[in-house]
């Protein structure tokens, strides 16, 4: 089973910038899709952006321009860099991975971890 574990959150002001990270234990993700999810307080989990295994990305209107997915497989990691951040970004942002097993499709998460944008 694959282990995802975030860093990277914290505290900071708006127009700045944070990079988290998910680092993967357990199989390689290099072949699965990853993605970064937030909730904010009282709001939905929403997806931010995604990466295929072939490196194709897609990211919510609302963090496009801002935000930057990538991956580094030989690390087994997934990046997420986010620029100019505002006070809506504030929300826990998970990692998730979409794996096809066989024909079986199935995703796995990490455990967050909370970004807050506050002067």
């Known amino acids: 089973q694959v282990q995802l574990v975030e860093s990277g959150g914290g505290l900071v002001q708006p127009g700045g910038s944070l990079r988290l990270s998910c680092a993967a234990s357990g199989s390689s993700i290099s072949s699965d899709g990853m993605g970064w999810y937030r909730q904010g307080p009282g709001k939905v989990r929403e997806l931010v952006a995604f990466?295929?295994?072939?490196?194709?990305?897609n990211y919510a209107d609302s963090v496009k321009g801002r935000f930057t997915i990538s991956r580094d497989n030989a690390k087994n990691t997934v990046y997420l860099q986010m620029n100019s951040l505002k006070p809506e970004d504030t929300a826990v942002y998970y990692c998730?991975?979409?794996?096809?097993?066989?024909?079986?499709?199935?995703?796995?998460w990490g455990q967050g971890t909370q970004v807050t944008v506050s002067s």
């Open positions: 998730n991975g979409v794996r096809n097993s066989r024909g079986l499709i199935y995703d796995y």
């Open positions: 990466i295929t295994s072939a490196g194709t990305t």
